[in-house]
Structure formats: structure tokens, C-alpha cells
């Protein structure tokens, strides 16, 4: 039975995750292995964080909604996409089974850290791309790319946001904001599939995943009032480097 200190760590880490994803992305980096901490198995704990960070997803689309209008038919040409591999991705981390998922652990954080250290580059790489033009009108097989990020991202999710914005930034020619709302959207379909599909498992701690439910609405409005006082990159780099850390750890005990 989960008790009272384990409900608020779970809560606390949730709540750092949800300003965390609101200010820089990476929030998966803390409450992944808050969870695995805690004592839940690893297949359970990337199940229930999936469930748990879902509305944080809504709140951060809702706040780009201004930049999604115009994007009717990219959304529709992406979003089944999104939602067919976040539900792939589901199934396999289900049919992957504890040991496997487990074993792969250490290399998807570390997978995870670099990509999101990699986020930087890819924003001033895709400032330059469509500043210049970038982009070859490929928006018709852009569900492509975007359908085998969602595998990924209903596998485990954290660094989603990155592959997704590179694949749009390819394929488009529009403004970084517009792209960046419009991963925002993909991100969300691909973790709700995901969580629906989960929704049918034995998998997720109901208690904890309400409590990190309440914590991430709050971050998400923290980390909203907090977007312009500190600075993204730092903090990005504070989640990278613990990722990292949490990553050796991980390779360390085998």
C-alpha cells in the first residue's frame, strides 16, 4: 500500500516535472526515476508516468493554440500518425516485459538526456533551415517520421519533442513558433494514445498517478508564471546533467 511519503514525493517530483516541461522539456528525467525509487517496477512506472503527465500535455497545447490556427491539414495528415505509434508504442513496452524494459532502462535515459542536450542545436539548426527557405514541401510523408517518433515516444516518451520538431522543421517551410505548437499537439496525441492504451493494463499505481497528476497540473502553472525569470537553457542543462548522473547510476548497479 502506497503511503502518505511516498504519495508526496510522487506529487513533488510531478510538480518539478510539470514547471519543468512548461520552462525547458525533460520532465520525464525526474519523475521516471523518482518513481523507480519509490519501488515501482519499471514497466509500472513508465505506464503510470505516462498516465500522470497526461494533462500537462493539454495545458501546454492550450497555451499555443493561437500559433495551431492554419494547421488543419498538417494536424490531419500527422495525428492518426501520432496516435497509431503512441499506441505501438504502448503495446511494445507491454510485450517487452519487465526484464527487457528494465535491461534498456539506463540507455533510454541516457538516450533521453542527449537528445534533449541536442535541443538547443536543433532550434538554432532549424531557425537557420527555414530562415533560408529550408524545407522541400515533403509535407505529405511527414506522418512518416512523425509515426516512428510516436513508437518511440509511447515506448518511453522522454526527448519526444525533439525528434518530432526536427521531422516538422524537414518537411516545412512555416515559422519555428507555428512548428514548435504543432509538436506541442503531436506530443499530446502520441502521450494520450498511449495512456488510453495503458488505461486497459494492470500496470498503473492509481494513487500515485493522481497525486503526480496534481502535481503536474501546478508545475505546469507554475512553470508558466516562472517562463522569463529564469532561463531555459540552464535549467536544461541541470536536467541533462541529472539524467546523465541518474543514467550512470543505473549503468553502475548493472
Request: glycine fraction near 16%; proline fraction near 4%; aromatic fraction near 8%.
Amino acid at each position: 500500500m502506497t503511503g502518505v511519503p511516498d504519495l508526496l514525493l510522487a506529487a513533488l517530483a510531478a510538480l518539478l516535472a510539470g514547471a519543468i516541461n512548461a520552462l525547458a522539456g525533460g520532465g520525464t528525467l525526474v519523475t521516471f526515476p523518482a518513481l523507480l525509487a519509490l519501488g515501482v517496477p519499471a514497466v509500472a512506472a513508465n505506464v503510470t508516468n505516462t498516465v500522470a503527465l497526461c494533462p500537462g500535455y493539454v495545458g501546454g497545447t492550450l497555451a499555443q493554440r493561437a500559433d495551431l490556427r492554419g494547421q488543419g491539414a498538417r494536424l490531419w495528415r500527422v495525428l492518426p500518425a501520432a496516435a497509431l505509434g503512441g499506441v505501438l508504442g504502448g503495446w511494445l513496452l507491454l510485450e517487452s516485459g519487465e526484464k527487457l524494459f528494465r535491461g534498456l532502462v539506463p540507455w533510454l535515459i541516457l538516450a533521453a538526456s542527449l537528445l534533449l542536450a541536442a535541443q538547443g542545436p536543433v532550434r538554432a539548426w532549424l531557425g537557420r533551415r527555414l530562415g533560408q527557405g529550408g524545407g522541400e514541401h515533403l509535407e505529405r510523408v511527414t506522418w512518416l517520421p512523425v509515426g516512428l517518433a510516436a513508437v518511440y515516444g509511447g515506448y518511453f516518451g522522454a526527448g519526444l519533442s525533439v525528434i518530432v520538431l526536427a521531422a516538422l522543421g524537414l518537411s516545412s517551410r512555416d515559422s519555428l513558433p507555428r512548428l514548435n505548437a504543432a509538436k506541442q499537439a503531436i506530443a499530446l496525441v502520441v502521450n494520450a494514445a498511449a495512456a488510453v492504451y495503458f488505461l486497459f493494463s494492470d500496470h498503473v499505481v492509481w494513487t500515485l498517478a493522481a497525486a503526480m497528476a496534481v502535481g503536474a497540473l501546478g508545475g505546469g502553472a507554475l512553470g508558466g508564471k516562472l517562463a522569463g525569470r529564469l532561463p531555459p537553457a540552464v535549467l536544461r542543462w541541470t536536467v541533462v546533467g541529472t539524467g546523465l548522473a541518474v543514467s550512470a547510476a543505473y549503468f553502475a548497479k548493472g
